[in-house]
């Protein structure tokens, strides 16, 4: 299982970005995933999740309305745009596969860093 996130970066406070995780070594189309962030000093907080075919979305509060979750099966990719951000967003991105109910993480990546600063 390999799951590679890119994208992350320094942006102002109410700027944009597209976070992408690469999916590889298993079939992407058969599970649920989840983006998962770690602020400076605090401990894992989930952010949103999508199911395998794409069509259900789940937001934590902290992010409904700004972040959108989409995944493109044929390209084994998951995304996460990120709108309006706040420096309250900055953190260490992660997504992660989801193997099953609880959640049970079966597989992480290696984290993208979205840093929101003037």
């Known amino acids: 299982v390999q799951l590679v996130e890119s994208g992350g970066d320094l942006v102002q406070p109410g700027g944009s970005l597209i976070l992408s995780c690469a999916a590889s070594?298993?079939?992407?189309?058969?599970?649920?995933m989840y983006w998962v962030r770690q602020a400076p000093g605090k401990g894992l907080e989930w952010v949103s999740g999508?199911?395998?075919?794409?069509?259900?979305?789940h937001y934590a509060d902290s992010v409904k309305g700004r972040f959108t979750i989409s995944r493109d099966n044929a390209k084994n990719t998951l995304y996460l745009r990120m709108t309006s951000l706040k420096p309250e967003d900055t953190a260490l991105y992660y997504c992660?596969?989801?193997?099953?109910?609880?959640?049970?993480?079966?597989?992480w990546g290696q984290g993208t860093q979205v840093t929101v600063s003037s």
């Open positions: 992660a596969r989801v193997d099953g109910l609880g959640p049970n993480i079966g597989a």
């Open positions: 070594l298993f079939t992407f189309n058969n599970y649920w």
């Open positions: 999508i199911d395998s075919g794409g069509t259900l979305t």
